[in-house]
């Protein structure tokens, strides 16, 4: 059992690496400027308003939950901060992008700790309430960064490049070395994962729900703020119908990459092997030319494949005692549920 668990411990951190690896190797056979610098630049640009978000998704999914309003999120937080840059520059689009993204993500903590509403119902609600503000604010056309500003360091954010890697994947590095400090080496990060491996036992621990939950959906909010920047300086115009079905990619890399629907288990390294297939795989079909309709198809496909994997891995894992690494070791000492 011990050389089984050890197999689906490595499966889970590096088989989506492996299968990238793969992926790769084919890429170039079927589109033959596949690694031509500026396919490559675009790829790895794409890559990055979907893997910052996914980064902080991960800690959502590994607590056992999940945030569907990502899209509605991004939506939002891309027409409040061109409203922001209309206003006031750089800075103010900035800080609009980022405060926006922190108010989605308290606002569905407080339904779901405030109003106990299921954090499924009270996300696929809020993505409605989000996508149809965001729709109110463009009621007389999609706001537009204006030709005349392309030299606005904001504007820059999104084409410019350090050494020849696109400065939003430069972003989505660091976004998943913090996440990865953060959920490793830190007391917060092992008090998520074993919150979502053991909910009642965890607050027994004295684990407070509430603010682990507000914890959880402000980050998933801030790097929704985050990815913004980096997806509004590339498309620059956002309106109510901006990136339809991206909660749906999210997820998908997510739990592609070895975090488990159920809790308690999350590898960083995995969303982002994910994320890096998934952008890889779409270069490959729009280079080729695939409709949009069947593209729509194949994410489907790839989003079935990672809930069946992650069905089978949660069907064939050992079963586990409450992870012991909250209190650095030791054995826990009761404490009050909140």
């Not at 989003?303 to 994997?309: G, K």
């Amino acid at each position: 059992m011990k050389s089984s668990t050890s197999l689906g411990s490595l499966w889970d951190t590096w088989g989506i690496t492996a299968i990238l690896v793969l992926l790769l190797a084919v890429a170039p056979v079927l589109t033959p400027d596949f690694f031509s610098l500026d396919n490559a630049q675009s790829v790895l640009r794409e890559s990055a308003y979907l893997g910052i978000v996914a980064a902080g998704m991960t800690f959502a999914v590994a607590s056992g939950a999940f945030d569907l309003s990502v899209g509605g999120q991004l939506a939002l937080c891309s027409v409040v901060s061109l409203i922001g840059f209309a206003a006031g520059g750089t800075a103010l689009a900035i800080v609009a992008a980022l405060a926006t993204g922190l108010a989605c993500g308290l606002l569905n903590a407080s339904l779901i700790t405030r109003l106990s509403v299921p954090p499924f119902v009270a996300t696929l609600g809020t993505l409605f309430v989000f996508r149809g503000v965001s729709y109110i604010l463009t009621q007389d056309g999609p706001k537009t960064l204006p030709y005349d500003q392309i030299g606005s360091p904001f504007v820059k954010i999104g084409g410019l490049n350090v050494a020849g890697v696109p400065v939003p994947f430069v972003i989505m590095v660091g976004v998943f070395a913090a996440a990865w400090l953060l959920l490793r080496r830190t007391a917060t990060g092992r008090r998520v994962l074993a919150y979502g491996s053991s909910p009642e036992a965890a607050r027994f621990c004295g684990i407070s729900a509430t603010r682990l939950r507000l914890f959880v959906f402000a980050l998933v909010g801030v790097s929704v703020g985050i990815a913004t920047l980096t997806y509004i300086t590339r498309v620059w115009t956002a309106d109510g119908s901006a990136q339809d079905g991206f909660e749906l990619k999210v997820i998908a890399a997510v739990v592609l990459g070895g975090t488990s629907l159920k809790g308690g288990k999350a590898t960083l390294i995995g969303t982002f092997s994910a994320v890096l297939l998934i952008s890889v795989l779409n270069d490959m079909l729009v280079s080729e030319g695939v409709p949009s309709a069947y593209q729509r198809i194949v994410l489907g496909g790839v989003l079935i494949v990672a809930l069946t994997i992650d069905g089978l891995r949660t069907r064939f894992a050992a079963p586990g005692s409450l992870r012991r690494a909250i209190s650095g070791g030791r054995t826990p000492q009761p404490g009050p549920a909140r």
